[in-house]
């Protein structure tokens, strides 16, 4: 039996194995996009910049960039999510989830975490707690995904149910 015919048992319905290889490449562009937009509202612009010519300083952007990062990553968390959440809420909806997916609860993996919500966010318009919520429901022990991998799907899935919701009452309200 190839690879191609092997189907997956999760609760997506996903389909042959090489139906899901996009999904895990998106999911890692996703999370990379995301690392990368944390890292640069992180960066702080040190020196001078040219304007028309003069030469200003940027001292106040230097101090709110410090600011933030020296805050950890569930404190930026509590200021990037939407809705918000307070960071004991975050920390124990995230928890759970890192601990599903088997991502260990470290400063490092909470920053990735939240950087792959907050890009999802981003993206398709789903807020991050709600996709926490969705990857803890739709958690099968017998597959074995990434965290960033079972967010994108998350993601995915509720932007569907939005969609059909949405449809449903455009519908109804034309009856």
């Known amino acids: 039996m190839t690879a191609d015919k092997v189907f997956s048992s999760n609760i997506f319905m996903l389909g042959p194995l090489k139906s899901i290889r996009p999904m895990r490449k998106t999911s890692k562009m996703l999370a990379f996009a995301g690392i990368i ?4 509202y992180g960066c702080t612009h040190q020196g001078t910049v040219n304007l028309n010519g003069n030469e200003q300083t940027r001292k106040s952007s230097e101090t709110a960039a410090s600011s933030v990062k020296d805050k950890t990553a569930l404190e930026q968390m509590e200021i990037a999510f939407e809705a918000g959440y ?34 999802l966010r981003q993206k398709n318009r789903t807020r991050e707690m709600d996709i926490l919520s969705y990857m803890i429901k739709s958690h099968v022990p017998s597959v074995r995904i ?4 079972a967010a994108g799907m998350a993601s995915a899935m509720l932007v569907a149910g939005n969609t059909r919701r949405r449809a449903e009452r455009r519908a109804d309200s034309h009856r």
């Open 86 to 119: 307070k960071k004991e809420e975050i920390k124990a909806r995230l928890d759970k989830a890192m601990e599903l997916y088997g991502l260990m609860l470290t400063e490092e993996n909470y920053s990735r975490a939240g950087s792959t919500l907050v890009a």
């Open 37 to 40: 937009a944390l890292i640069s």
């Open 146 to 149: 990434h965290f960033a991998e």
